[in-house]
């Protein structure tokens, strides 16, 4: 009997995991409830619920500090992001391996200028000069995890910021991808 199929959110949690993130701290909201879903059925990943996108940010910089591998993020919407900057940006000058998920409204969404949207890759490049990147499509989001993952802990490690809109989260027909390979160690 082969597997149920899975969502976007589903085989991101896969691709998560499958890459050894094994935190994601988060401040959600209704944008990011497939993922939040998601993230409450993989026994793998550890989620931590902040009641600030400060402290959510503050906490993954602080913990992949310490265990010298990326920790996540799930901040919700560019407001979101905007609480979450100051700790993002202590990172960033930190270089600090960071997998930083930003839900978002649906694609198909946007052109109503919902009261909440905002440009979140603009936002989002303070931080992540490196790697912004907003998902386009459910079958392209695990290689964008990836592409994020690498980039997260590539050296000197940094700050990549994923946008998940919430039709790519929902979307069926998930496939999650294989791990990016370890970075190169540096030339002594």
């Known amino acids: 009997m082969s597997a149920a199929p899975l969502n976007g959110a589903q085989a991101l949690m896969k691709t998560l995991v499958d890459a050894g993130i094994e935190v994601c701290f988060t401040n959600p909201g209704t944008s990011e409830m497939h993922f939040v879903a998601a993230l409450d059925s993989e026994p793998k990943m550890r989620a931590v619920l902040a009641l600030f996108e400060g402290v959510a940010t503050g906490a993954a910089d ?15 919407l560019g407001c979101g992001l905007g609480n979450g900057l100051a700790n993002l940006h202590n990172a960033r000058k ?5 997998v930083n998920i930003v839900g978002d409204h649906a ?5 109503y ?20 990147r907003t998902s386009q499509s459910t079958a392209a ?20 910021t994923l946008i998940l809109p919430a039709d790519v989260s ?16 540096e030339a002594a």
């Not at 602080?62 to 799930?74: D, Q």
């Not at 695990?142 to 980039?151: M, N, P, R």
């Not at 929902?170 to 160690?185: I, K, N, S």
Request: aromatic share 4%; with cysteine.
């Open 107 to 111: 694609t198909h969404h946007t052109q």
């Open 170 to 185: 929902w979307g069926e027909d998930g496939v999650p991808c294989a791990p990016p390979p370890p970075p190169r160690p």
């Open 113 to 132: 200028d919902a009261q909440l949207q905002s440009d979140i890759e603009t936002v989002a490049r303070n931080v992540s000069p490196g790697f912004v």
């Open 94 to 98: 930190g270089k600090v391996p960071v």
């Open 141 to 160: 989001l695990c290689q964008d995890a990836v592409d994020a993952i690498a980039a997260a802990r590539g050296l000197p490690g940094q700050v990549a």
């Open 62 to 76: 602080g913990y992949a500090r310490m265990a010298c591998k990326p920790a996540a993020t799930l901040l919700h």
